[in-house]
């Protein structure tokens, strides 16, 4: 008697390979030697800190994708899943969420879950089921630090992963809630100035040898450190190179060239060679006399060079400062040459003010037109002898001197020139200031220079020599009126 064959179909036959391979989990993504050893540990609390460049938001997307499809190789538990990945702000935490969403398949989640502007979108709370593949029946959950200790702490984790470290008040509600499930808390970041003095709770567990369940990864920014391994060709991490547009494999000329472009005070924290930045160092040095030129107006004028004010705004004596730069670009980048600068001297109101740099600004045979760009820092109330200061009260000033009084008049701040009248406030978020001060750093080590300074700008000139990075020192005030122009008007980015 014939035996009877079962043919499948072969559409169902070819859906379940597709299958299979779908829940096959496993990962082909290269890593260099320390991230490997950061996703292999097998620590209950691992530290993986260096410097910038090194692929730590790689690392910590790749390990926060192998602890959801259950790849680690010292997994916490078999099956289901609760992953917390958090960062200091949306904006830092973006290219590991990029990273992650990237690498992932992603009929993991829901339909309408999509990466946007730095971020999963697609509903209401940053929390997402894992609803199929090798990881289903996980969970995700994404948040800030600024959610406060409750809301991050508040779920029981297997795994959490942070872009930064915790503030001590957020970790001393998580780590015992971590512990009691068993779980691993994985941490990746670049010392900075305003981070190093706030992780002492995190290095003392860290070096305590009695401590068998926490370490650190240090990772220096080396060629080795940079270079992915196995495969046929072993090359650095790809960088974009400005002569082609496209990209090309990192060299030791492009560490050297990075290494140069950090501010003393931070060069060994940027670079991954130290924890503690060198606070008692000048931050700006590479600033010297050899950066002085005086501004040539008919050069100026050839470049098509637009004309800036920076203002930041002090009720104190000597607080109120304002800087004027021209900027153009020479050779495709943006050069900037500081013309002058204005100090109160003593206390000032806000006319007193608009009267020394319109002095400022006549000096050079120009007006207020001729000004094209205008940042003022946000309003400062005063103190108990008053001294208020703000760009609105900045801009009727000068509408004063203009013969034109805003307070009879309603239509004042159309007769003033648009710059002026819509000035600009700069953007702030934690770290605004390091990342000002380091675009002005790389502008005074470029080859050839970026920024020169006129002879007459003394103030300035003695706070680029004696700033420290105090954030109470007088001398702040001028490099806060130089930086948000600078940074504004050039759109660097550190």
Same mark, same amino acid.
């Given at each position: 008697m014939p035996i009877a064959l079962s043919i499948p179909d072969p559409q169902q036959h070819a859906a379940a390979i597709a299958r299979r391979a779908y829940l096959r989990s496993g990962s082909t993504i290269r890593l260099t030697n320390p991230q490997q050893a950061f996703i292999d540990s097998g620590l209950t609390l691992l530290v993986f800190w260096g410097a910038n460049g090194i692929g730590k938001s790689i690392a910590l997307a790749e390990y926060t994708r192998r602890a959801i499809e259950g790849t680690l190789a010292n997994p916490v538990t078999t099956g289901p899943v609760s992953v917390g990945l958090f960062g200091e702000t949306w904006q830092q935490l973006g290219s590991t969420i990029k990273y992650f969403w990237d690498s992932v398949d992603k009929r993991w989640f829901r339909e309408k879950v999509h990466f946007q502007d730095g971020q999963l979108a697609g509903q209401r709370m940053p929390i997402y089921d894992v609803i199929d593949g090798p990881g289903k029946g996980s969970v995700l959950r994404m948040g800030t630090f600024s959610a406060g200790a409750q809301r991050i702490a508040g779920p029981r984790y297997h795994y959490v992963i942070a872009d930064e470290p915790f503030p001590q008040t957020i970790f001393a509600e998580l780590w015992p809630r971590l512990l009691g499930r068993g779980g691993k808390l994985r941490i990746g970041f670049t010392p900075t100035l305003g981070t190093a003095h706030k992780l002492e709770y995190l290095w003392?567990?860290?070096?305590? %040898?009695?401590?068998?369940?926490?370490?650190?990864?240090?990772?220096?920014?080396? #060629?080795?450190?940079?270079?992915?391994? =196995?495969? $046929?060709?072993?090359?650095?991490?790809?960088?974009?190179?400005?002569?082609?547009?496209?990209?090309?494999?990192?060299?030791?000329?492009?560490?050297?060239?990075?290494?140069?472009?950090?501010?003393?005070?931070?060069?060994?924290?940027?670079?991954?060679?130290?924890?503690? %930045?060198?606070?008692?160092?000048?931050?700006?040095?590479?600033?010297?006399?050899? #950066?002085?030129?005086?501004?040539?107006? =008919?050069? $100026?004028?050839?470049?098509?060079?637009?004309?800036?004010i920076g203002i930041d705004h002090g009720s104190k004596p000597g607080a109120q400062r304002a800087v004027m730069i021209a900027v153009a670009i020479v050779q495709g980048k943006s050069c900037v040459w500081v013309m002058d600068e204005y100090k109160s001297d003593g206390r000032s109101e806000t006319d007193d003010d608009a009267k020394g740099i319109m002095a400022m600004i006549r000096r050079h045979g120009l007006e207020l037109g001729d000004v094209d760009h205008w940042v003022g820092d946000r309003a400062h109330h005063g103190d108990s002898r008053g001294g208020?200061?703000?760009?609105?009260?900045?801009?009727?000033?000068?509408?004063?001197?203009?013969?034109?009084n805003p307070q009879k008049t309603r239509t004042w701040r159309r007769k003033l020139p648009k710059p002026l009248s819509s000035m600009y406030v700069p953007r702030k978020y934690d770290g605004s200031i390091w990342d000002g001060c380091e675009i002005l750093h790389r502008l005074m080590v470029a080859d050839p220079y970026r920024i020169r300074f006129a002879s007459r700008c003394e103030h300035l000139h003695e706070d680029l020599i004696e700033w420290r990075g105090d954030m109470a020192d007088p001398h702040k005030d001028g490099i806060d009126a130089l930086r948000y122009v600078v940074v504004d008007m050039t759109r660097e980015k550190r």
């Open positions: 003392e567990l860290v070096d305590d %040898p009695q401590a068998k369940f926490a370490d650190e990864i240090q990772v220096p920014l080396t #060629l080795d450190a940079v270079t992915p391994r =196995g495969g $046929l060709c072993e090359v650095p991490f790809p960088i974009p190179d400005p002569e082609t547009g496209g990209m090309r494999p990192m060299t030791q000329a492009d560490i050297d060239v990075f290494e140069r472009g950090c501010p003393a005070q931070v060069r060994d924290c940027r670079m991954g060679r130290s924890r503690i %930045p060198e606070t008692e160092a000048r931050f700006f040095d590479a600033y010297g006399t050899h #950066l002085q030129e005086e501004p040539d107006l =008919g050069k $100026l004028a050839d470049l098509n060079a637009k004309v800036g208020k200061k703000s760009n609105l009260r900045l801009m009727q000033a000068f509408s004063r001197i203009r013969g034109v």
